[in-house]
C-alpha cells in the first residue's frame, strides 16, 4: 500500500514546537520537582504551585477575556475532549438528555452516549440553533445540559451569529439550565479574532477548549471556564464538587515554563496562518477536478473541511475505497445527532504539507470515480 495520507484528524506526530523541542522541556521540568521534593519533601506542593501558576497565565492571557483574569474560574483539562468528560462524569447520568443540534462534534456524541445520555437535536440552519425550537425542547425535555460548538462549528467551520449566541444564553438561562459551549476551534478563526475570546463568560455557561492541536507536539492541554456551582472552587483552590481533573504536572510545568519564555498568542497566530494557506489549497485543488456533484463549505475557520459528495455515495463506502489507495478520512454520518447525511465526509486538512494535499485531493478524486464513473476532468 502507498504510504497512508491520514485526514481523520486527532493529534499529529509533529507541532511548531517540536517533539523534541518539547521533550526536552518535559525533562527539565522533571528534574526540577525531582530536586524540589528531595529537598523539601513535599511534592505535592511543587505540584500545587505548578497547576495554579499555569492556570493564572492563562487567565492573564489567551483566556483573559473569558475570564476577566480570574483564575478561579479556570480549570485545566486534559483536551477539550477531556474537558466535557469531566463536566460529564459530575453531572450525567443514564437517561439524562442533552439538547444538540442535529450536526455537531463526532467526539461529543460519543461522550454523550457513553455517559448513558440522550442527545436530542434541534433545529436550525449556519447561523445557529432556532430559539423557539429551543425554547420547546427545554420545557418539554427537561434536559440536563445545552451542548453547542458555535466557533468554527465541527464539521462544517461556520460561525453562528450573534444574535442566536445570544438567544440562546438567555433561553438556558432562563430555564435554570447549563449551557456547554465547545470553544476548542475559536482561537482559529482566519480573519480576524473571535468576538467571544473577549467576552467574560457568563453564569449559568462553561466554556470548554484547548490549544490547538499541532501548536506543542503531542502535548493535549484543554480547560473548562465557567462560574457554575459544578465548578467553584473551595478555600484551598481545589474543586468544590470533586478532585481537579488528572493532567500531567510535569505537563503542566514545562508549558508554564514555555509561556515564561515564549507567550502562546504569535505561535496561534502563526498556526492559524498556516491552516489558512491550506484550507484555501485544498478547496483549489478540489476545484480544479470539477467533480459533478461534489460541494463543500468553506470554513470560516479550524482544521476540517465538510465535504457534501454525490448523491448516492455513501462516505463509508468510500472511505473503503480510498484507504486502499492510502487516504483515509471521517465519514460524515456520526456527526449527525439525527438522521444522518450519509453522502458526507470531513478532511483534516491542517496537518498536511502541499506534496501531501496535492496526492491526497486525487486518491479522493479517483476513488471517487470508482464509484460514480463520472469523473473524467484531470
Known sequence: MNQVINWM??????????????DERLARAATKAAETAAISGISNRFEAQGAQKLRD???????????????????VTSGADGALAWILERMAKPGDVVLVERLTSRSALQSFRRS???PVAIAGDRNGMDPEALTTALYRYRPKLVYVGWTCTD???GTWSAERKQAVRSRCQEAGVLLVT????????????????????EPGVVSIGQLPPGLISGLRI????????LLRLDSHGDVAHGKEPQVSVI?????SDLIDEQPLAPLIDMFKVQCDVRMRKITELLAHKRLPDLAWVTPKGGLHLWVILPPGLDGETLLKGAWLKGLIFQPGGPFYAKDPQNNTVRLTYAFADEKQLKLGVTRLAESIEEFTGRWSVN
Open 57 to 75: 497565565q492563562l487567565s492573564q492571557s489567551l483566556l483573559k477575556g473569558k475570564t476577566g483574569g480570574n483564575s478561579r474560574l479556570l480549570t
Open 116 to 118: 448513558g445520555m440522550q
Open 222 to 229: 484543554g480547560w473548562i471556564v465557567g462560574a457554575t456551582k
Open 251 to 255: 505537563e503542566q510545568r514545562a508549558l
Open 9 to 22: 484528524g486527532g493529534w499529529p506526530k509533529e507541532g511548531l514546537i517540536t517533539g523534541a523541542d518539547w
Open 155 to 157: 464539521p462544517e467551520g
Open 182 to 201: 465547545d470553544d476548542r476551534q475559536e482561537m482559529l478563526v482566519y480573519d480576524g479574532e473571535e468576538p467571544d475570546l473577549h467576552r467574560r463568560v
